[in-house]
């Protein structure tokens, strides 16, 4: 502060309010392959309808299906899914025909970074939004000036469809400042072979009347300029580079490119009939081989790894090998503020819908979680649903990580995160016609004592969660998932309160304040039977001369945490007739 060198008041207010932050607990990452979307890039999704509006249905190959049903499961415990979509080698954007094929555009962020502003530079004049097949059934059609004639190409007239939107002529916009003339143009993205609507030639997008020149404007003020529209809002196409300005394709008379400003005295270029523009060559790698599972692990790795760029609670792994599940649990314990989820694959080497005995699901299913090794941030069960997909007609056998993870979201949502996801209660199964296998009480123990969480189909009762370890082989309290998700809300909650801390002094003062903070906290997790004792020490035993000169802060936390019930004695005595029970304590 400046020392004031006359009389005077100076008010200063200092804020001693400090609270621990709430944080969130149950929002989750996944990496899976999609039919549709926006690949490389998290999208945050809540519902199942999202993401199918997002990432589109799931598809007849089984491998994107099962992804897509891992994150569907989820999503119906009530959790939200930060979701990305995994592309690699043999996923492509379909383009018009008569371009050059091969043309990968994961996202916006992608496609500005390509072709932002490069009016000449496009190698398409349209382009799916994004990879894939679905691309191939996308019809972009532009509407100029010059009286269109009836179409049946695609089941569609464009002299009924002008008729009702009107021809496109000069905008009201040129008219004003007494610019060029004809300046405006209709794109109508269609569905020419039914592959969105089940409906050839439906209009999914129709961009009336918006300009060619790059100034345009809309009644609102917004941009009315062809290219920053469709790019701007279309779901379905990139808008690329417009007709060479040579040949048949324009009427006589037009002077001025559809890439300028308005101009006075001067024409836009008209279009010399409707423009079809099919799109092709979208491709998509529907098959999770080793090549597309190494992309799932290293998008998991480029998008989840920094704590400090996305914040999530919990990891799903998916349809994958084991060898790539430990990768997904590497990277959770590396950030140590989460836990991932890994069941053995559904399909293929592990549970395969024919059998030859329980005891060879038992080994296949060991197998799989020796690879994927110890660790308190990994959880693994022990089977696979089968399902129903809707959307194909067909039943699908889908892993259980997405479901054990949502049981997980179901305890958030009813009680605590340190409360125990599995069981009757909150660790029904949901979505499930029946299990791949129901393992005996032997194959369960068995299952259990190697740190697997067995799913049981009992009477009546439906699939439940049977176990709640983690995936660590060392017995201690971090062995079970509520203890060692108690834990990572406790360092997290608690860590982002102390980062305030950084750069105060190390006084008696600064390490009041901090316990002050922390030990509300803790009596509010004890009251809600998170732990049954605690202590904060931060005082000089802990900050000594040594530690202040180094410019440290410490505080020790010590917690002991609630233990959920696993193993239930109960004991039936029967006695003579005339015996008091106060003799036993009745």
């Not at 996202?107 to 679905?134: C, H, I, M, N």
């Not at 590497?330 to 991932?340: E, M, V």
Request: contains cysteine; glycine residues 8%.
């Amino acid at each position: 502060m400046a020392f004031q060198l006359s009389p005077g008041v100076e008010i200063r207010e200092f804020d001693l309010t400090s609270v621990i932050p709430a944080i969130a607990t149950t929002p989750a990452g996944y990496v899976g392959l999609f039919q549709w979307g926006p690949a490389d890039t998290r999208v945050l999704i809540e519902t199942e309808k999202q993401l199918t509006d997002v990432f589109g249905k799931p598809d007849t190959g089984i491998d994107l299906a099962t992804d897509w049903y891992v994150a569907s499961n989820f999503l119906s415990y009530g959790g939200a899914l930060q979701v990305v979509r995994s592309v690699g080698s043999g996923d492509d954007n379909a383009t018009d025909a008569s371009d050059t094929d091969g043309i990968l555009i994961k996202s916006r962020e992608d496609f500005e970074v390509q072709f932002q502003g490069a009016y000449t530079g496009y190698p398409f004049k349209w382009a799916a939004k994004y990879p894939g097949t679905l691309g191939n059934s996308l019809k972009v059609v532009v509407i100029d000036s010059k009286d269109p004639s009836p179409n049946t190409n695609t089941g569609i007239s464009w002299e009924t469809y002008t008729n009702t939107y009107g021809i496109p002529g000069t905008s009201d916009y040129a008219s004003t400042i007494n610019a060029s003339a004809n300046d405006e143009i209709t794109i109508l993205v269609i569905d020419e072979d039914g592959a969105w609507t089940g409906t050839k030639g439906t209009v999914l997008e129709q961009f009336v009347k918006v300009s060619k020149a790059t100034d345009a404007r809309s009644g609102d003020g917004s941009s009315n300029y062809w290219r920053t529209v469709v790019n701007g809002q279309s779901k379905y196409v990139w808008a690329g580079v417009v007709e060479p300005n040579t040949g048949s394709t324009y009427t006589a008379g037009g002077t001025v490119d559809w890439n300028s400003a308005v101009h006075p005295s001067n024409t836009f270029r008209v279009l010399s009939d409707v423009k079809e523009y099919s799109l092709a060559g979208g491709s998509l790698n529907t098959t999770k081989g080793v090549s597309a599972e190494a992309d799932v692990v290293a998008t998991f790795q480029a998008q989840f790894s920094n704590a400090e760029d996305v914040d999530v609670s919990l990891l799903i792994a998916g349809n994958l090998a084991a060898a790539n599940a430990k990768e997904v649990v590497t990277l959770a314990a590396n950030r140590q503020d989460c836990i991932a989820f890994v069941s053995p694959r559904a399909v293929t080497d592990v549970l395969t819908p024919v059998r030859t005995s329980d005891d060879a699901v038992y080994t296949a299913i060991n197998n799989y979680r020796t690879t994927v090794g110890s660790s308190s941030y990994g959880v693994m069960d022990g089977n696979a649903k089968y399902q129903y997909d809707r959307y194909n007609d067909r039943f699908l056998y889908i892993p259980l990580c997405g479901d054990t993870a949502g049981c997980c979201v179901r305890t958030d949502n009813t009680r605590e995160p340190w409360f125990s996801p599995a069981g009757y209660d909150r660790g029904r199964i949901n979505n499930i016609v029946k299990l791949v296998w129901n393992p005996s009480k032997t194959y369960r123990d068995k299952l259990y004592k190697n740190n697997i969480n067995p799913i049981v189909s009992f009477q009546g009762s439906g699939a439940i969660l049977f176990g709640d370890k983690t995936l660590q082989s060392k017995p201690s309290a971090f062995d079970r998932i509520n203890v060692r998700r108690l834990f990572n809300v406790l360092e997290k909650t608690i860590a982002t309160a102390a980062k305030f801390q950084l750069f105060e002094f190390n006084d008696a003062f600064t390490r009041a304040q901090f316990r002050q903070l922390v030990e509300p906290f803790l009596r509010e997790v004890q009251g809600k039977r998170g732990v049954s004792s605690y202590a904060v020490i931060c005082d000089e035993s802990n900050n000594t001369s040594s530690v202040i000169d180094q410019n440290q802060f410490v505080a020790d936390i010590f917690v002991a945490p609630a233990r959920s019930i696993n193993f239930i004695r109960l004991n039936f005595v029967a006695t003579p007739t005339g015996v008091t029970f106060a003799e036993f304590g009745g």
